[in-house]
């Protein structure tokens, strides 16, 4: 946090090197952010360019964040995802769009890993965009209600209830996998010879 606070009062100022700063500091996190939701690295990479590209407009115009840069970059990052997928012929939409599934490591078991996945698969398929975009940026990237409302443009208490109906939808999505992944075991069981 006292990181960003120098980050930002340098950038602020126009110092090269915390500009320089401020990218090597929050381009991977954005850049995994982005990736997350439309699961094409070119496209990831140039969103976090023009996320940078805005920053410094934006600083040069006397304007940028005054605190909290972290939410400000993400914010931007956001409206730029949004604008770009709205405007894309070739790309999906952004129902559609996959999310980063190999962010395990090696050490992760197969249930831990089979499970994780069945998650992120009920992210993408059965939430909204505001409920997957809320869920990614509340426990993923671990922004708080109010930074949250503040980066997709809604109040507290509407990205309370968004985070709600998604917990619950997701919550239906992963009972219904469950029960459906146990009558598949049994079946299996069941045909087997013994």
Known sequence: MESDIMLLAGARKLNGDALIGVFDFYSPALYKYVFRLCNNALMADQIVGDVFAKLCEHLLAGGGPRANLRSYLYEIAYHLLVDKVSRSHRTAPIEVVGLYT???????????RSLYE?????????????????????????????????????????????QNRAIAALRKALDYQVVETNAISFMIRSLSPT
């Open 102 to 112: 190999n962010a395990y490591s090696i050490d992760v078991s197969a249930e831990d």
């Open 118 to 162: 069945t998650v992120l698969r009920a992210i993408m398929n059965d939430l909204t965009d505001d409920q997957r975009h809320v869920i990614i940026l509340r426990f993923i990237e671990g922004f708080s209600v109010k930074e949250t409302a503040a980066i997709i443009g809604k109040k507290v208490g509407n990205v309370k209830v968004i």
